[in-house]
């Protein structure tokens, strides 16, 4: 199978799994939050100088996986992303080496984050993108709702706690999210700051 009709195969298997089978209660963690990520991904490995096609059909589809143990688990869903990538991916010709690679930038998005090559970096820079963008506190606010729900947070106050202490430790790791999202991220830091 070529390399762009087995990526849109996988693409597709996946987006639907998580469509039918998210549950309601996420109201970050949804498929719209897996797109959102593989195209941050795609644009900043562009920015990046990523060319090799392989390096990015791996992380294309790690992106696409790497919330996909939402399905099963809400604590260590990254290790359960990764058994559902195990047993999918050999499925669609991915061999022991490419879904080892998937694996791996998959758990390199686990809090706190630990990007171990230059394709770690970008994964994880996708991932929390949105803290250094103008859409933050909308989408900020959807995890809020999402953990509330979870029984992990309880009010705005302890969120807004949350949040400080998380932006001030977070660091992005590619010169392009650096440039691009780092200023922006330290004005929603001093907003909140401002409100506790």
């Not at 499925?91 to 990007?115: E, M, R, W």
């Amino acid at each position: 199978m070529p390399a762009q009709e087995k990526y849109k195969t996988i693409q597709s298997h996946i987006l639907s799994k998580l469509r039918n089978g998210l549950s309601k209660d996420l109201t970050y963690h949804t498929v719209q939050h897996t797109i959102d990520i593989l195209r941050n991904a795609e644009r900043i490995a562009r920015n990046e100088n990523i060319h090799n096609k392989e390096d990015l059909f791996l992380l294309k589809v790690a992106c696409l996986y790497h919330d996909s143990g939402f399905l099963v688990t809400y604590k260590g869903h990254e290790e359960e992303s990764c058994n559902l990538a195990k047993k999918d991916l050999p499925l669609f010709d991915c061999n022991k080496k490419q879904v080892g690679i998937i694996c791996g930038l998959i758990t390199a998005t686990k809090i706190p984050q630990s990007p171990a090559d230059d394709m770690g970096k970008i994964i994880c820079d996708a991932d929390l993108d949105y803290l250094g963008t103008p859409d933050f506190f909308t989408i900020s606010n959807t995890l809020f709702l999402e953990l509330k729900k979870k029984g992990v947070v309880h009010s705005k106050k302890e969120w807004d706690a949350i949040q400080v202490n998380f932006l001030k430790e977070h660091r992005y790791f590619t010169r392009t999210s650096k440039k691009l999202r780092e200023e922006q991220k330290l004005i929603h830091l001093k907003m909140i700051e401002s409100m506790i």
